[in-house]
């Protein structure tokens, strides 16, 4: 765990983005040097259609205190219709992740085009601080210690 | 065991300003599966690449992994490179530590530690990438253009003229389209089918192209270099082999009565016609519809007076199947009728014609020999009324877009106007003048201040019909809004340029998208204006949005050279980053249980059935899923679709993407 | 069979003989039209362009009322108040917070879902059908259907007939025997309620109508609302005066029309109130 001071907690948080879209925009985040917080890593994907929603589990049991996913705005898909389809997975996914008891707040999701360099940076900025209050994610941790000492899950 | 060099670019002081790249080549040295690491200034440039190529060939380096800029700017540069030492381009990385780092962070600890996290999570993805080859698919070197207007013609004489093969199908008796029945065309008043004749016989003489008129696109299968096309082959009723084009059936069919549609309503025709005199080919062909003989079973006149005996009745529809490469689209648009405007008298009124009909009045070929005459009665009309934006611009009537080429076409009919009737009066009602074009705005000018045309700025509310006059109520909103009625002998509506009936049909069967107005949709609005979102099928001309000729004429030759540059290649090589179905020993042959739903959501139609046969039987044991390597773009929605994980995505790989998220988080 | 009314203020002022025409016509084909109890005025177009809650309530107590007092569908033959009514049913279910506040300025909350019918839909619903059988005098003359800005208009509200060049009136007339002519002054503006405040006005644009009408050859122009009646009719003289010569072309209501057809007295359709002489039909 990264910390500025010993008693301000840092989240890690890892962002799931599409190469057309997102990314493209987080890219120009970067050229027009805005500047935003540290505590979020970027994973390149081809489409928000690919992101296989196992992966933000694996995200947790990591030690991922929040994660953003974001791609094309509907309608602007590269692919034509891949956001479309990790919406409406993600609507059934976020309500069997709140039965199971998962803190769904801790993940956000959003549109940011490839024009919205400024968008990314207050959607990084927002999702660390709202993360940050939360603060660490320790009961997801707990249960995958848990799991993993009880050799249930195998790494 | 990995051999992986990781490069850590300085990027001149972009990255070192707030980045220790020292440090993080350090980090990266101690990393698992890492043989090599460094960093140096400018990695793009030639002696960073020498770098990286070195170090691949001393180290037996089976990975690369470089920090710099975006993957978006320079992973091809860094590709090539690996490529040209030996390693698998596709074995090669990029850490973002520009755009996603150094760029948006402040110097710090902070910094540098999520530098080196990031080099870690491309490492850790890099360790289970696989050398992946370009794939090569098979072209038929054969190109078919649907439409036989301008766009198709110039498109076809485009391919032709490399040396390719062309098929161009039209659906009417003749090519020409739209522009043949044009008089004059803007901005240089040139006699439209003067110049497009020429070009309309060298499709006709043209030993690569293939001419097939009064044919349809019946069905299009397979893909892009591969496609099978079905065309339908309409009965003529007559023998093109025998028929010499005398045009003496014409003369003697007693159906003389039908409204001729290339004069848009205006004059008459035959029921064995060819639709004007310069119709390429110039054979006619009989209107089942209206034919004595096919309606009420008695005539036959045309039959007994032809000196060849080239009439042939009863002919089913032909279909003949062509292998194709490329498709382009050239269908074209049409203009709404006055019948669509209740304001302006539901087409109850004769004298009231929409643009089109106006050029048929002017032209010389046309049903009054080129002069402005009223349907109604035959006078020359004193006064005309042209109103601009029928439709177009106006969400109410469902048309928000505006049609182009108006503005400059009614100008166009008010000169015409002026010069054939000198006493003549003409008002154009507009809402703003669009005259963007190349000598557009000084013809406009020209129709103001040389002839005389009086533009007025304000709609009309309604024309309704007085003792053979028509009353135009209208405003003029520069003069704060006076009304203004004129009774006029003439009023010519601009109507908005609408999709061709049956586009919707034919995109579907092409399986190319459309937009709610039925105009077919381009692949990107800026960048891909001549390509749709189907690989191989390419767009010109106004079947995508209305545009006037010069416009027309450029999209139909890019949509060409897409063709051209797509057929002129021995293969296809296309990028191998695609899904992959498993498939494993017997008896599985694959876990894919043949649900497809893949199928139902892949947007590019590149989910196939395989059937996995018993080999000596031939008894189908399964059906399962095949990825068809020359449609799958590489989204990678199907991966996260499949129950049973059976399909993954080469270059982002459940493993790989798994290991890269892991990576990020441990430390 | 037994409808609400709602006569509003004029068909029980100037628009006596509209009432009379509609109150004798229904009968004949077996409706009764009970008049809603404590109706209130439904504003006009005073009330909407003064203040826009009360151009909501007063229409809706009228609506609530009519509910309340068990009619399913009402009869509204006055265009102005039909529109109203008509308007306020759509606003209110459109927003379900400003139903509340209306319903608290009214005093009393009420479903929204009364049917209203303005003249020409209870004739089409109600008598259309069952007309042929009925006629005994055949309406054989040439007229002009007037149908007023407010009868079909705003289409997406009122959903009823075409919007620019309307034909439900034209067909009723046709089958009672008459011929339309055919012209553009069907919705054309007659000056509306600045035959008060602009007389003038009213003299220049219900002149228009009137005389396009006559030019045709309309023996007589049909109308379906007391503002278009009370303009080309009561208004006449100052048409006449604008236009430099006498027009005699009387203007009935559709109502009047149908109630000639079908044998009713022209004292019992009141036609004896016109300021121009009917007795041409």
């Known amino acids: ?155 | 065991m990995s051999k992986i060099g990781v490069f850590i670019c300085h990027c001149g002081e972009n990255i070192s300003a707030t980045v220790d790249c020292e440090r993080v080549a350090k980090s990266a040295s101690e990393m698992e599966g890492v043989a090599f690491a460094t960093d140096y200034k400018y990695m793009c440039s030639d002696p960073g690449q020498s770098l990286i190529k070195n170090a691949i060939r001393e180290h037996h380096l089976d990975g690369v992994v470089v920090g710099s800029c975006s993957p978006r700017m320079h992973e091809p540069t860094f590709r090539r490179a690996c490529s040209e030492a030996g390693l698998n381009p596709y074995l090669c990385e990029i850490a973002n530590l520009r755009e996603h780092v150094s760029w948006v962070h402040e110097k710090g600890e902070a910094t540098t530690l999520k530098a080196i996290d990031i080099v870690k999570g491309v490492v850790e993805k890099v360790r289970r990438n696989k050398p992946l080859n370009a794939i090569e698919v098979p072209i038929t070197k054969k190109a078919l253009v649907i439409g036989g207007g301008i766009a198709g013609i110039q498109a076809s004489l485009d391919i032709a003229n490399c040396g390719q093969k062309v098929i161009l199908i039209e659906k009417g008796p003749s090519i020409g389209g739209h522009m043949s029945q044009l008089s004059e065309t803007f901005p240089t008043l040139d006699c439209s089918q003067c110049i497009l004749t020429p070009r309309m016989v060298e499709v006709a003489q043209h030993p690569n192209i293939t001419l097939y008129t009064y044919a349809e696109l019946d069905k299009l299968d397979g893909f892009i270099g591969n496609f099978k096309a079905t065309i339908r082959l309409k009965a003529k009723s007559v023998d093109y082999n025998k028929c010499t084009g005398c045009g003496l059936c014409t003369t003697k069919c007693p159906q003389k009565k039908i409204p001729s549609e290339f004069n848009e309503g205006l004059g008459l025709r035959t029921a064995i016609f060819t639709p004007f005199p310069q119709a390429v080919p110039n054979k006619p062909a009989i209107d089942k519809e209206h034919c004595n003989y096919y309606q009420k079973g008695k005539c036959k006149v045309c039959q007994k007076f032809c000196p060849t005996g080239a009439i042939e009745y009863d002919k089913p529809d032909e279909f003949i199947t062509e292998d194709i490469g490329a498709v382009i689209v050239t269908t074209g648009f049409n203009v709404l009728k006055t019948d669509f405007f209740p304001e302006y008298g539901y087409g109850k009124y004769k004298d009231v014609i929409t643009g089109l009909q106006f050029e048929r009045l002017a032209s010389a070929s046309g049903p009054t020999l080129g002069e402005i005459r009223r349907p109604s009665d035959g006078q020359i009309p004193k006064k005309i009324v042209f109103i601009s934006c029928c439709g177009s611009r106006d969400p109410a009537k469902g048309i928000p877009y505006c049609s182009k080429i108006c503005c400059m076409y009614t100008a166009k009919h008010a000169m015409l106007y002026q010069h054939k009737v000198h006493d003549g009066e003409s008002t154009i009602f507009y809402m703003d003048v669009r005259a963007g074009g190349k000598n557009y705005e000084e013809f406009v000018r020209r129709a103001v201040e040389e002839d005389h045309v009086n533009y007025v700025r304000g709609r009309v509310a309604r024309v309704y019909e007085k003792n053979g006059k028509l009353i135009v109520k209208g405003v003029d909103t520069l003069l704060s809004a006076k009304p203004v009625e004129i009774e006029a002998d003439m009023v010519v509506l601009a109507t908005a340029g609408v999709a061709n009936k049956g586009a919707e049909e034919l995109a579907q069967k092409m399986h190319i998208s459309y937009d709610p107005y039925h105009f077919f949709a381009e692949a990107h609005p800026k960048l891909k204006p001549v390509e749709t979102n189907t690989a191989g099928i390419f767009l010109a001309g106004a079947c995508q949005s209305p545009k006037d000729i010069p416009e027309t004429v450029a999209s139909a030759s890019g949509a060409a050279v897409k063709a051209v540059s797509l057929l002129s290649q021995p293969t296809l090589v296309r990028e191998p980053i695609i899904a992959v179905v498993n498939r494993c020993a017997p008896p599985m042959f694959s876990t894919c249980v043949g649900c497809f739903m893949c199928e139902t959501i892949c947007p590019y139609n590149a989910i196939e059935h395989e059937e996995i046969k018993d080999r000596r039987t031939g008894k189908v044991i399964k059906t399962v899923a095949k990825i068809n390597p020359g449609l799958c773009q590489g989204c990678g929605t199907c991966v996260s679709f499949c129950r049973s994980k059976s399909i993954d995505i080469q270059g982002y790989t459940n493993e790989e993407m798994f290991a890269e998220v892991t990576a990020l988080l441990n430390k | 069979m037994k409808l609400g009314f709602y006569p509003g203020c004029s068909l029980n002022g100037t628009a006596r003989e509209y009432n009379e025409s509609v109150k004798a016509l229904a009968p004949v084909f077996g409706i009764e039209l009970v008049e809603i109890d404590d109706w209130n005025c439904c504003g006009a177009s005073a009330a909407h362009a003064v203040n826009r809650d009360l151009s909501l309530a007063l229409p809706a107590r009228t609506l609530a009322l009519a509910e309340k007092q068990g009619f399913d569908e009402i009869v509204v033959p006055c265009a102005a108040c039909f529109n109203r009514l008509a308007v306020a049913q759509y606003e209110l279910n459109k927003d379900e917070l400003l139903k509340k506040s209306v319903e608290k300025s009214i005093d009393m909350t009420f479903n929204n879902d009364i049917k209203i019918l303005n003249v020409v839909q209870f004739i089409d619903k109600y008598i259309k059908d069952k007309i042929i059988e009925k006629i005994s005098h055949k309406f054989e003359h040439q007229v002009a259907c007037y149908y007023g800005c407010l009868l079909v208009r705003p289409h997406k509200i009122i959903g009823f007939d075409r919007v620019e060049d309307p034909t439900s009136l034209d067909e009723l007339m046709q089958l009672i025997g008459a011929t339309t002519i055919d012209w553009g002054f069907k919705t054309e503006c007659c000056g509306a309620s600045l035959s008060i405040a602009r007389t003038d006005l009213v003299a220049k644009l219900s002149c228009n109508i009137v005389k396009d009408a006559a030019d045709r050859g309309a023996e007589a122009i049909i109308v379906a609302c007391p503002m278009c009646h009370s303009n080309l009719d009561m208004r006449r003289p100052q048409i006449d005066e604008y236009v430099g010569k006498k027009i005699s072309t009387p203007v009935i209501y559709i109502t009047q029309a149908i109630g000639l057809a079908v044998g009713i007295t022209p004292e019992k359709l009141g036609l004896q109130r016109h300021f121009v002489k009917v007795n041409t039909l």
């Open chain 1, 1 to 155: 765990m990264e910390e500025k001071n010993d008693n301000i907690f840092e989240p890690r948080i890892i962002a799931f983005v599409c190469n057309w879209c997102t990314y493209a925009g987080a890219d120009l985040t970067g050229t027009s040097r805005i500047k935003y917080s540290t505590n979020v890593e970027i994973v390149r994907f081809p489409c928000t259609g690919r992101i296989d929603f196992m992966l933000l589990l694996k995200a947790f049991a990591g030690g991922a205190d929040g994660i953003i996913i974001s791609g094309c705005h509907p309608n602007d898909c590269h692919y034509t219709s891949g956001n479309f389809h990790a919406r409406r997975r993600w609507m059934v996914f976020r309500d069997m992740l709140d039965f199971m008891g998962i803190d769904i707040e801790r993940i956000r999701w959003s549109w940011v085009s490839a024009a919205e360099g400024a968008k990314w940076a207050d959607v990084v900025n927002d999702t660390v601080s709202k993360i940050r209050e939360m603060g660490p994610y320790t009961e997801y941790k707990k249960a995958a210690k848990f799991l993993e000492e009880e050799k249930i899950i195998h790494e």
